[in-house]
């Protein structure tokens, strides 16, 4: 009977452990679908942070920098200034054209006296014998002059000097150098964008390197913690590696905010918003041995170096602004002029002067031809202005060629400099991949040891100091290596990327 009751109660949909089951069921169903929408919601988020980072290669940011990089679109601005000059250099023959038209009205109305002509026969008797129509006086008249008059004027004028050849040899001369100037700023922002680029890859590695750093010192608090529970090592080194890894967070804070602002600096130069997030892609292998002939180095970089080019081309321009300027003011000039001025000089106001049959008369042509010879006397004056014009020329000229030898020569120490550093940097690199290796295996046989509890935590902490100091060493001199070659190319006038080229 008491089997039966125990059946009876246990059988059923109701029964406790069933509905218990039931009950455990739904809440790990209802927990897994909250952990899967997490998980997605998660996984939706990283996607779209992925997404708002741009991707860039180094070409394609130098590419972006040309294109929208406000320093150039100014550059461009001028550039086309002189290019318009020097493709309309032509118009320097074309005349001064000017047309004009003048309404005018006396304060007082006047008159004038005219001489009429008189058939004497017809005032005197035939019997005094005066031939008709043979003989003639003048009988004056006075005649109202109308205080109204309209005067036009049309005229050209042509200037022909020795100085219009020289003239516009400057203007193109002026537009070469514009060429060279704008060329100039951008091959150096191409080279501020890669080095840049550089910068921020070193700082994306440093803080990977910092990252394993930390991973590593919350290792040496697991296994501190686990040595101290067991036995094997004192509360002081539990301290001591939890004090070390808090002591990291301020260089990770730092380290983000480096690259914060190394990537919104990057993105001003870009043309994009400062808040762009980047995905550079990495520079991969390492670039080989470099022959670097000093002698043809400094060769090349005295004749294709950007800024030498640019003050050549200066001093050249100013060479023919001056051979101008003295043209213009040594030589005679001739001017050819015409001019025509059309004048009405009747009241345009009076509606007799309308009403007449042929008004058209009334008009007067007036106009002349000239030819004109001259030449300025000031010119040869040594105290007049145009004299000190030319002089305050000679001196720019001179100023200019000095600041040419002075690039000139430092271009030769920067380019012997740069060779020595890159050089310097080959060896330091070589002699700190050694001593990467040595202190990976330093701290790895370190951690062991501590993790048996032979060597204490000031070992480890010194051993990994160690191999982070030489990682980062290694790292940075890849780095100066890279903004070394750049700076050589831009010294010798090359496209960016040709010594790592022949390289490899």
């Known amino acids: 009977m008491m089997r039966q009751n125990v059946r009876s109660r246990g059988s059923g949909l109701f029964r406790p452990g069933f509905s218990l089951r039931i009950f455990l069921l739904g809440a790990l169903f209802c927990a897994s679908l909250v952990t899967a929408e997490q998980a997605a919601a998660q996984e939706a988020g990283n996607t779209a942070s992925a997404a708002a980072k741009k991707r860039l290669t180094m070409d394609e940011a130098v590419d972006l920098a040309i294109k929208n990089n406000l320093s150039l679109e100014s550059g461009r601005v001028a550039l086309d200034t002189k290019k318009r000059a020097s493709k309309l250099v032509w118009n320097q023959f074309l005349p001064d054209l000017s047309v004009s038209g003048t309404l005018n009205r006396t304060n007082e109305a006047s008159t004038t006296s005219v001489n009429i002509p008189i058939d004497l026969a017809s005032i005197f008797p035939p019997a005094m014998g005066i031939p008709e129509g043979k003989i003639y006086g003048v009988s004056p008249y006075s005649v109202d002059v109308p205080q109204w008059a309209f005067v036009g004027n049309f005229s050209a004028t042509l200037t022909l000097t020795a100085a219009l050849g020289a003239g516009i ?50 290792r040496q608090v697991d296994m501190a913690q686990a040595n101290y529970r067991a036995g094997l090592a004192p509360q002081l080194t539990l301290l001591q590696a939890q004090v070390s890894l808090a002591n990291m967070q301020p260089n990770i804070d730092q380290m983000e905010s480096g690259l914060k602002m190394a990537q919104a600096n990057f993105a001003m130069s870009l043309g994009l918003p400062y808040d762009t997030e980047f995905e550079l892609v990495s520079v991969e292998g ?144 070589e002699a700190q991949n050694r001593t990467v290796d040595m202190a990976q295996q330093s701290y790895q046989s370190t951690e062991q040891a501590y993790r048996a509890g032979q060597q204490d935590f000031l070992q480890v902490q010194n051993a990994q100091l160690e191999l982070s100091r030489a990682r980062v060493g290694v790292l940075e001199q890849y780095f100066n290596y890279l903004n070394g070659l750049i700076d050589l190319e831009y010294a010798i006038g090359v496209p960016f990327g040709t010594l790592s080229r022949s390289a490899e």
């Open 169 to 218: 040899q400057t203007i193109r001369r002026n537009y070469q150098a514009g060429v060279l100037t704008y060329e100039k700023a951008k091959i150096q922002t191409e080279r501020d964008v890669r080095k840049a680029y550089y910068q921020i890859l070193l700082l994306q590695e440093n803080a990977a390197l910092l990252q394993e750093s930390v991973a590593s010192a919350q």
């Open 286 to 429: 390492e670039p080989g041995d470099i022959p670097l002939d000093v002698a043809d180095l400094i060769s090349k970089a005295s004749r294709n170096k950007p800024d030498i080019l640019e003050l050549k081309a200066n001093i050249l321009t100013m060479q023919s602004q001056r051979t101008a300027q003295m043209l213009q003011q040594r030589t005679p000039y001739l001017r050819l002029g015409w001019t025509w001025q059309p004048t009405f000089a009747k009241d345009l106001f009076d509606k007799d002067t309308w009403d007449k049959d042929d008004w058209t008369k009334d008009w007067m042509d007036r106009g002349a031809f000239s030819i004109t010879l001259g030449w300025s006397i000031n010119s040869v004056l040594p105290f007049a202005k145009e004299w000190q014009g030319v002089k305050d020329l000679d001196n720019n000229i001179k100023t200019t060629s000095i600041g040419l030898t002075q690039a000139i020569r430092g271009t030769e120490l920067e380019v012997y400099n740069t060779v020595l550093s890159l050089e310097r940097i080959r060896t330091t690199r």
